[in-house]
């Protein structure tokens, strides 16, 4: 007679019971299953029988009764014992396959390691040598030779009719805007300026010798040679062109480009672009003057670059094409020019020398206008105001006022040590001085200092003034540049 618990078809206990429609009789159900996919009948009656008609049994599971080794407590311990050797062995091998997966691990590890210093080092080799080759095709490609005789001593024509007619648009322009007090209302006065604190800073690998700034864009020159160009807080452009201290940085103007240029001790100027858009600049020029040069000045046309160099030379270069426009060679070998500065209106340089003397130059004419003599030491730095009736010059030691209007007097405005920069603000009425680690801000009116920063460790080295002098920008031997604001 079978039983409700075992399989009509094995005679064994059923784990998953089914019964059939056709017979009623119980089976297993992977058993029944099988077979009819195998006969598609009922193994008892012979009768079609379809899976459709077997229908699950719920009943609790079933625990299957202890083998006959079980039932006694010696074999149960021979059991338990056999159990616990197969446990220790399964641990030992999989303990030794552990050991063995983490050395394999660690050795993929370092392997994957040494792979990507390997990588890291080829890419490293790979970008510099691509940045070396970029840098020799733009110097075979774009560095002029200057020869001695290849340029006129005076500008030609049209360069001087553009000039001159420039300089009365500008000096007009100076004229309406000085009588009205609202143009001196949107510059900040002592009260502001004497709040202004550092808002921002750039840290450098080398140090700052010179710097320019337009728009949100500020360009700075370093010690050993280096290009670095900045936008509102990210380092946008980096460059080592030159292979000495880096005189001067100016941007300049002439089409919807960002275009500037440095000059070095190492006797060349570079001329640059920078797409804004990409964010990539290369050399499009390199100009050899063949003398160290000391000074720069972009006239307020935009394209025309004088430069003086420690040999006495000056010479002006147009920068859209580098072509020299005009070599003056009165003073070549005889004079040692260390700066230079150009009046507002354009139609007159500045020139200081190693000997404390102060030429100044009429570019149209072509001739010397005057020659100031007083300043103590070597001319470092030369500054005209927004008016154009005053010129400030440095030395190491002091800085003078000049006033043009009275030719050969002077006001000493300030006495100090390691005076580095001075920088008329864009309004003319102070004037800015680095001296050793301090900007000084004078009151040209007064002729006093009413406010003093002191926020780098070493030599401030040039100073600059935004636009309506919103912020302040200096930079130093301590590899700093601060942006001050209110």
């Not at 322009?173 to 009205?180: A, D, E, F, N």
């Not at 020159?221 to 005189?247: D, F, K, M, R, W």
């Not at 010129?391 to 006033?403: C, G, I, Q």
Request: with cysteine; charged share 20%; net charge negative.
């Amino acid at each position: 007679m079978q039983s409700w618990q075992t399989c009509a078809l094995s005679g064994e206990l059923i784990e998953t019971p089914v019964i059939s429609k056709v017979s009623g009789h119980i089976y297993e159900k992977r058993l029944i299953e099988k077979h009819i996919e195998s006969t598609g009948t009922c193994p008892i009656t012979g009768r079609p029988l379809n899976i459709e008609d077997l229908i699950e049994v719920k009943v609790s599971r079933v625990q299957k009764p202890r083998p006959v080794t079980a039932t006694s407590i010696p074999s149960l311990l021979s059991l338990l014992q056999n159990e616990w050797d197969a446990l220790l062995l399964e641990q030992f091998q999989l303990k030794q396959h552990l050991e063995q997966v983490r050395h394999e691990l660690t050795h993929a590890l370092y392997q994957h390691d040494a792979a990507c210093r390997v990588i890291a080092k080829l890419i490293k080799e790979r970008d510099q040598a691509r940045i070396e080759l970029a840098q020799l095709q733009h110097k075979l490609n774009h560095k002029i030779e200057v020869e001695a005789n290849n340029a006129p001593e005076k500008l030609s024509s049209n360069y001087i009719a553009e000039i001159e007619e420039n300089a009365l648009k500008l000096t007009n322009q100076r004229k309406v805007q000085r009588k009205q007090q609202s143009y001196f209302d949107q510059f900040p006065g002592p009260e502001i300026l004497s709040n202004y604190d550092v808002k921002q800073q750039y840290q450098q690998t080398q140090g700052g010798t010179s710097l320019d700034t337009q728009g949100n864009y500020v360009l700075v020159g370093g010690q050993a040679g280096q290009i670095l160009l900045y936008s509102h807080e990210n380092l946008v452009y980096q460059t080592q062109e030159h292979t000495q201290n880096i005189t001067s940085v100016n941007f300049f103007t002439f089409d919807e480009h960002l275009r500037f240029i440095s000059s070095s001790q190492d006797g060349n100027l570079n001329i640059y672009q920078f797409n804004s858009q990409t964010q990539q600049g290369q050399v499009t020029q390199t100009i050899n003057i063949g003398q160290s040069i000391t000074g720069v000045a972009i006239h307020p046309l935009g394209y025309i670059a004088i430069i003086v160099t420690n040999n006495g030379l000056l010479a002006y270069y147009n920068l859209k094409n580098g072509q020299q426009l005009s070599r003056v060679t009165d003073f070549e070998g005889q004079c040692q020019f260390t700066s230079v500065s150009l009046h507002p209106d354009g139609l007159l340089l500045a020139i200081g020398q190693t000997d404390s003397q102060i030429k100044v130059w009429n570019i149209v004419k072509n001739q010397l206008l005057a020659q100031f003599e007083g300043q103590d030491g070597a001319v470092t730095s030369l500054s005209f105001s927004e008016s154009g009736a005053n010129l400030a010059s440095s030395s190491n030691s002091e800085v003078n006022e000049w006033d043009l209007r009275r030719p050969g007097q002077f006001q000493k405005i300030y006495q100090g040590q390691k005076i580095g920069a001075i920088q008329y603000d864009p309004s003319g009425q102070f004037l800015a001085i680095g001296s050793n680690k301090t900007i000084h801000f004078f009151d040209v009116k007064k002729k006093q200092e009413f406010y003093k920063i002191e926020s780098h460790r070493d030599l401030v080295t040039s100073i600059r003034f935004g636009q309506l002098s919103k912020y302040i920008y200096s930079c130093s031997v301590d590899k700093l540049v601060n942006i001050y604001g209110n």
